[in-house]
């Protein structure tokens, strides 16, 4: 497996290029029967390969599905998503990433499917996904921070993703708190982060995406379909979900790097930059009262800032919100 990887990163970085089969061997320190082999494995994963006699090979096109050799081709991350599953079918990638993570999986594993037969939200709600065209992922982190910080990475996987969307595709997109990414309006991403921890160390955290891309509106029940957005619809073409992916990952890294090392504080401005109805009234109905308020920001543990009426700041851990 190693070896088809190196395999593509050669005939990938001889652009436009033919390669010898003679080289190619000796590079990897295989025979040219096992590269043949190899060739017509790729071909059959979806890459067109040019084969010409005497010049050797040259790489036209990666395939648009995905697979675990066209994710980690390219990767420009030092750890985030190296280590990358992929299945065609997951009951949820949030499962397999915690049996990974209980049997001592390294720090930025990456399960990816192209569809969850049982994907979940927050609270056990539903997240429809039991269709193709989205990224769904589930990233394992082991962080050596406080347990009751661990919503400040729900937080900035919210910007990473933001980010990655503002880069590749130059559309701005709005972070609902706390988890929702908003587009016109309407639920384009969800990230649902579970952790495994004790009282002042967190094993393991297992932060889910979900982003919907390539879609129509019509993959998705009616109750939900006045309610969602997928880039495609937006855009009106479909997106290339591996480098996407990998833009996000990219995104990932530099930020959680800059997390470790700094903290949380530019982290919650680039998040307040990008807050759905900040500076605006909301309703809130928490356990206590129900009342209006404006959304003021967010604190350094991820809770919600509000002015009641009143002129006095209060704290939200959590409530229901009536945007
Ligand atoms: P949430 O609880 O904030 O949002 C769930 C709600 O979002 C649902 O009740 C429904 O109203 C709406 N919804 C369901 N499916 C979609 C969809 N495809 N697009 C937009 N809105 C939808 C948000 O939870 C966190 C979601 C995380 C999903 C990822 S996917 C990879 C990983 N695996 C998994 O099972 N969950 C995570």
Do not use: C, P, R
């Given at each position: 497996k190693k070896n088809k990887e190196r395999l593509i990163s050669l005939l990938a970085s001889s652009k436009n290029a033919y390669i010898s089969g003679e080289n190619l061997s000796e590079e990897l320190q295989v025979t040219r029967t096992?590269?043949?082999k190899y060739i017509k494995e790729l071909k059959e994963e979806g890459y067109e390969i040019e084969a010409i006699r005497k010049k050797g090979y040259m790489?036209?096109?990666i395939p648009l599905h995905l697979s675990e050799s066209v994710l980690?081709?390219?990767?420009?991350t030092a750890f985030i998503g190296q280590n990358i599953i992929y299945r065609p079918v997951l009951s949820s990638t949030q499962d397999m990433a915690h049996e990974l993570a209980r049997s001592g999986c390294e720090a930025g594993t990456l399960v990816i499917a192209d569809k969850q037969t049982s994907g979940r939200g927050r609270l056990n709600r539903e997240w429809e996904s039991n269709h193709s065209g989205g990224i769904w992922m589930s990233l394992v982190l082991r962080p050596e921070i406080a347990p009751?910080?661990?919503p400040q990475l729900t937080l900035l996987s919210a910007v990473a993703v933001s980010n990655a969307i503002e880069k590749l595709l130059a559309i701005d997109?709005?972070?609902k708190w706390p988890n929702d990414i908003f587009l016109h309006n309407k639920k384009l991403a969800g990230i649902l982060t579970e952790m495994q921890a004790e009282v002042d160390k967190i094993n393991y955290l297992v932060i889910g995406i979900g982003i919907n891309v390539n879609q129509q509106i019509e993959v998705f029940g009616e109750e939900l379909q006045s309610k969602v957005i997928s880039l495609k619809e937006l855009l009106d073409q479909e997106i290339d979900r591996k480098t996407f992916i990998h833009c996000i990952l990219e995104e990932f890294e530099l930020l959680y790097n800059?997390?470790?090392e700094n903290g949380f504080k530019p982290i919650q401005k680039s998040w307040v930059d990008k807050a759905y109805k900040i500076g605006e009234e909301i309703s809130l109905k928490t356990p206590k009262k129900n009342f209006k308020a404006i959304?003021?920001?967010i604190e350094h543990d991820g809770s919600l800032l509000v002015e009641n009426s009143n002129g006095d700041i209060e704290k939200i851990y959590s409530a229901e919100i009536d945007w």
């Open positions: 096992s590269i043949w790489l036209k096109q980690k081709w390219d990767l420009k009751n910080n661990a997109v709005q972070i800059d997390y470790l959304f003021e920001g």
